[in-house]
Protein backbone atom coordinates (compact mmCIF):
# COMPACT_ATOMS: atom_id res chain seq x y z
CA UNK A 1 0.00 0.00 0.00
CA UNK A 2 1.39 3.76 -1.28
CA UNK A 3 -0.32 6.97 0.32
CA UNK A 4 0.51 9.94 -1.66
CA UNK A 5 0.40 13.69 -0.41
CA UNK A 6 1.19 16.50 -2.73
CA UNK A 7 2.38 19.93 -1.89
CA UNK A 8 3.58 23.03 -3.03
CA UNK A 9 0.76 24.57 -4.99
CA UNK A 10 -0.38 27.56 -5.65
CA UNK A 11 -0.58 31.11 -7.49
CA UNK A 12 2.09 32.20 -9.73
CA UNK A 13 2.67 34.77 -12.18
CA UNK A 14 3.36 33.53 -15.92
CA UNK A 15 6.76 33.02 -16.50
CA UNK A 16 6.99 32.09 -12.90
CA UNK A 17 8.45 29.15 -11.16
CA UNK A 18 6.61 26.48 -8.84
CA UNK A 19 7.62 23.37 -7.43
CA UNK A 20 5.95 20.66 -6.23
CA UNK A 21 6.38 17.63 -3.81
CA UNK A 22 5.07 14.34 -3.34
CA UNK A 23 5.39 12.35 -0.14
CA UNK A 24 4.93 8.54 -0.33
CA UNK A 25 4.87 6.51 2.68
CA UNK A 26 5.23 3.25 2.59
CA UNK A 27 9.08 1.50 2.34
CA UNK A 28 8.46 -0.06 -1.02
CA UNK A 29 8.30 3.44 -2.48
CA UNK A 30 11.17 2.93 -4.38
CA UNK A 31 10.59 -0.37 -6.61
CA UNK A 32 6.94 2.03 -7.81
CA UNK A 33 7.17 4.25 -11.04
CA UNK A 34 6.08 7.51 -10.44
CA UNK A 35 4.12 10.25 -12.56
CA UNK A 36 2.76 13.84 -12.55
CA UNK A 37 -0.67 14.38 -14.37
CA UNK A 38 -2.95 17.45 -14.00
CA UNK A 39 -6.31 18.58 -14.38
CA UNK A 40 -7.88 21.49 -15.69
CA UNK A 41 -11.74 22.47 -15.25
CA UNK A 42 -14.12 20.76 -17.56
CA UNK A 43 -10.80 19.07 -19.14
CA UNK A 44 -9.89 15.36 -18.88
CA UNK A 45 -6.51 14.01 -16.68
CA UNK A 46 -3.37 14.65 -18.64
CA UNK A 47 0.00 13.25 -18.42
CA UNK A 48 2.54 15.21 -17.30
CA UNK A 49 5.41 14.06 -17.05
CA UNK A 50 6.75 10.44 -14.95
CA UNK A 51 9.95 8.79 -13.74
CA UNK A 52 10.95 5.39 -13.65
CA UNK A 53 12.53 3.62 -9.71
CA UNK A 54 15.90 3.79 -11.67
CA UNK A 55 15.57 7.89 -12.44
CA UNK A 56 14.56 7.64 -16.14
CA UNK A 57 12.06 10.42 -17.21
CA UNK A 58 9.40 11.13 -19.62
CA UNK A 59 7.81 14.59 -20.41
CA UNK A 60 4.36 15.49 -22.09
CA UNK A 61 5.28 17.67 -25.29
CA UNK A 62 3.80 20.71 -23.73
CA UNK A 63 6.19 20.69 -20.72
CA UNK A 64 9.42 19.54 -22.31
CA UNK A 65 11.91 21.81 -21.70
CA UNK A 66 10.42 23.35 -18.99
CA UNK A 67 9.59 21.16 -16.26
CA UNK A 68 11.75 19.01 -14.29
CA UNK A 69 10.87 15.68 -12.47
CA UNK A 70 12.97 13.84 -10.12
CA UNK A 71 12.92 11.26 -7.24
CA UNK A 72 14.36 10.74 -3.70
CA UNK A 73 14.21 7.07 -2.47
CA UNK A 74 15.69 8.04 0.66
CA UNK A 75 13.10 10.22 1.25
CA UNK A 76 10.39 8.62 -0.58
CA UNK A 77 9.55 11.49 -2.41
CA UNK A 78 9.44 12.87 -5.59
CA UNK A 79 9.52 16.57 -6.92
CA UNK A 80 8.33 18.65 -9.78
CA UNK A 81 10.07 21.63 -10.77
CA UNK A 82 7.91 23.45 -12.87
CA UNK A 83 9.65 26.76 -14.85
CA UNK A 84 8.04 29.37 -17.23
CA UNK A 85 4.78 28.47 -16.13
CA UNK A 86 2.13 29.63 -18.68
CA UNK A 87 -1.84 30.27 -18.24
CA UNK A 88 -2.30 26.70 -19.50
CA UNK A 89 -0.45 25.21 -16.98
CA UNK A 90 -3.02 25.91 -14.17
CA UNK A 91 -4.42 22.81 -13.27
CA UNK A 92 -4.93 20.31 -9.86
CA UNK A 93 -1.78 18.32 -10.48
CA UNK A 94 -1.94 15.18 -9.28
CA UNK A 95 0.99 12.30 -8.09
CA UNK A 96 0.71 8.69 -8.70
CA UNK A 97 2.70 5.99 -8.65
CA UNK A 98 2.58 2.19 -10.23
CA UNK A 99 4.24 -1.11 -10.38
CA UNK A 100 4.94 -1.32 -14.20
CA UNK A 101 6.06 1.05 -16.59
CA UNK A 102 3.50 2.98 -18.90
CA UNK A 103 4.14 6.08 -18.09
CA UNK A 104 0.93 8.24 -20.11
CA UNK A 105 -1.55 5.52 -19.54
CA UNK A 106 -4.02 7.09 -16.48
CA UNK A 107 -4.29 3.41 -14.84
CA UNK A 108 -1.97 3.96 -11.67
CA UNK A 109 -2.27 2.16 -8.76
CA UNK A 110 -1.94 5.37 -6.08
CA UNK A 111 -2.74 8.78 -6.71
CA UNK A 112 -2.82 11.70 -4.31
CA UNK A 113 -5.33 14.19 -3.82
CA UNK A 114 -3.89 16.92 -5.83
CA UNK A 115 -2.80 20.34 -5.20
CA UNK A 116 -3.55 23.33 -7.26
CA UNK A 117 -1.71 25.36 -9.21
CA UNK A 118 -2.79 28.54 -10.79
CA UNK A 119 -1.21 31.11 -13.15
CA UNK A 120 -1.75 34.32 -13.55
CA UNK A 121 -1.44 36.32 -16.93
Known amino acids: QVQLVESGGGLVQAGGSLSLSCAASGRTFSTYNAGWFRQAPGKEREFVTAISRSGGTYYADSVKGRFTISRDNVKNMVYLQMNSLKPEDAAVYYC???????????????WGQGTQVTVSS
Open 96 to 110: AARITWAPTSLNYDY
